[in-house]
């Protein structure tokens, strides 16, 4: 949002939740909050300004949530939508989330839930604002094509991936189990990459990739994100959702194919028995197996608190008895042939931050 104001909206019928929140996010200089208990009026103001976040309560008397949910939608889609509820009623979460809720607080949340909701919130809005940007400029560069634009774009491209890394990060830096996990799945998949003599476009398209596979994430509930145990069956149904929310946030920015198929298909199985849609081996992105490989590395070697972290010939291990099944069987081979570079190259990490973002 750079020097602007992240105008925010926050409707209740209590006062008291009004002020409460009022006075939690208005300690952040960035925040313009406007606070009302009048539904319709927030509408209206929804009509004739911009605002980037809004924060409403489920039940209130005059337009409920879910009505005025579905009203914003119409109005702005990209305006992410937080809704406080004090019940934890299935259906009427249910049909929020199918009108695109953004997130969820309960009550009574904690002041820490607020600020994540909030910040993670504002990201979102503003990368599809940025998006929106990008695309008009990409617009602008296939009219003009002189060598000046052409350079535009390329800055204006790794700017937008420096952007999209610190979402990744932000997403990530919200659960220690996963920090860094991004970073180490590029260094790893880069690797692998060189390794197995992919082609310079294949490795830009790789690096690109793999960096970007859980942007989707940026789309799952925070408190589904950080649990601390295995997931519900409805909870593990949502998170597989994220693939395909993450194609969907960069398809219209003009990456290649090759970088959606990789956020698309990263967690797809040779045997067909993977998600989002349980394709097999021949229908997966090449790409995406180099991913899907170093993605399963990094999550078996590193902790979580439902389970203990594998060593890395432990992981690779794993990795060849699960080639034909869960990894392409040829990849699982030459996987095996890098372990030793792989296991520098995570033990002296900030050493290769520089492969994230080489002049493209």
Same mark, same amino acid.
């Given at each position: ?27 952040? @200089? ?34 409920? $949530? ?20 004090? /019940? ?91 920090? $860094? ?11 692998? $990459?060189?390794?197995?003599?992919? %082609? $310079?476009? @294949? ?17 799952? /509930? ?104 869960? /990894? ?6 030459? /996987?095996? @042939? ?13 050493? %290769? ?8």
């Amino acid at each position: 949002m750079n020097e602007q104001k992240v105008k925010i909206l926050v409707i209740d019928d209590e006062q008291s939740i009004l002020d409460l929140i009022g006075q939690v996010l208005s300690e952040r @200089e960035e925040y313009d909050l406007l606070l009302t208990d009048d539904s319709q009026e927030a509408l209206s103001l929804l009509r004739t300004e911009r605002y980037n976040v809004v924060i409403s309560d489920i039940r209130m008397p005059d337009l409920d $949530g879910l009505t005025l949910l579905e009203e914003i939608t119409q109005i702005d889609g990209k305006i992410p939508v937080i809704l406080m509820t004090g /019940f934890a009623e299935t259906e009427i979460m249910q049909k929020a989330i199918k009108l695109g809720v953004y997130d969820f607080l309960r009550k009574p949340f904690t002041l820490s839930e607020l600020n994540v909701s909030v910040r993670r919130a504002v990201q979102k809005n503003g990368l599809l604002l940025q998006n929106e940007t990008y695309k008009t400029h990409l617009e602008n560069l296939v009219q003009q094509r002189t060598l000046e634009l052409f350079a535009a774009k390329n800055q204006l491209e790794r700017n937008f991936l420096n952007t999209l890394n610190v979402m990744v990060n932000t997403i990530e830096a919200s659960d220690n189990y996963t920090r $860094g996990h991004s970073e180490r799945v590029t260094v790893i998949s880069m690797l692998f $990459g060189k390794h197995i003599s992919l %082609t $310079g476009n @294949e490795l830009k398209m790789l690096r690109i990739g793999s960096l970007l596979h859980d942007l989707g994430k940026i789309g799952i /509930f925070q408190h589904i994100l950080t649990k601390e145990v295995s997931l519900s069956e409805d909870e593990f149904t949502m998170m597989k959702e994220h693939p395909v929310i993450g194609a969907k946030i960069v398809q219209p920015i003009g990456f290649p194919q090759e970088v959606g198929d990789i956020i698309l298909q990263h967690h797809e199985w040779c045997n067909g028995e993977g998600y989002p849609h349980g394709i097999a081996l021949d229908q997966i992105s090449y790409l995406a197996r180099v991913v899907s490989v170093a993605d399963a590395f990094d999550a078996m070697t590193s902790q979580r608190p439902y389970r203990q972290r594998l060593s890395h010939p432990g992981a690779q291990q794993e990795i060849a008895n699960q080639a034909g099944i869960q /990894f392409d069987p040829v990849l699982s081979k030459s /996987f095996g @042939e890098l372990l030793p570079n792989i296991s520098q190259a995570i033990r002296s990490i900030e050493d %290769t931050r520089s492969i994230l973002f080489q002049k493209l």
